[in-house]
Nanobody, 117 residues
Framework: QVQLVESGGGLVQAGGSLGLSCAAS????????MGWFRQAPGKEREFVAS????????YYADSVKGRFTISRDNAKNTVYLQMNSLKFEDTAVYYC??????????WGQGTQVTVSS
């Protein structure tokens, strides 16, 4: 079983920054993409950002583009999400995920990010 362990969530003021990390363990992957999703109360889970194995190809939701940066360290099987210029509407539970076959197969437990106005 693949385990994804997240860290870095917390409370931050609007305009501030926060960094999230998620480390994968339990199975060795090759050429897998990793990504971040988020879910606010009463809302569906939405895509935030993803990154290819090489780290060259990155994708961002329009709502976070220019403010968030996704990166990875394959030696540590870890994906990061640097969040800058945070807004109240960024408040959500953030989840990391792994794609090794074209689908988001494995998910982390989620970490709460709360942005105060």
């Amino acid at each position: 079983q693949v385990q994804l362990v997240e860290s870095g969530g917390g409370l931050v003021q609007a305009g501030g920054s926060l960094g999230l990390s998620c480390a994968a363990s339990g199975r060795t992957f090759s050429n897998y993409a990793m990504g971040w999703f988020r879910q606010a109360p009463g809302k569906e889970r939405e895509f935030v950002a993803s990154i290819s194995w090489s780290g060259i190809n990155t994708y961002y939701a329009d709502s976070v583009k220019g403010r968030f940066t996704i990166s990875r360290d394959n030696a540590k099987n870890t994906v990061y999400l640097q969040m800058n210029s945070l807004k109240f509407e960024d408040t959500a539970v953030y989840y990391c995920a792994v794609d090794d076959d074209g689908r988001w197969d494995y998910w982390g437990q989620g970490t709460q990010v709360t942005v105060s106005s």
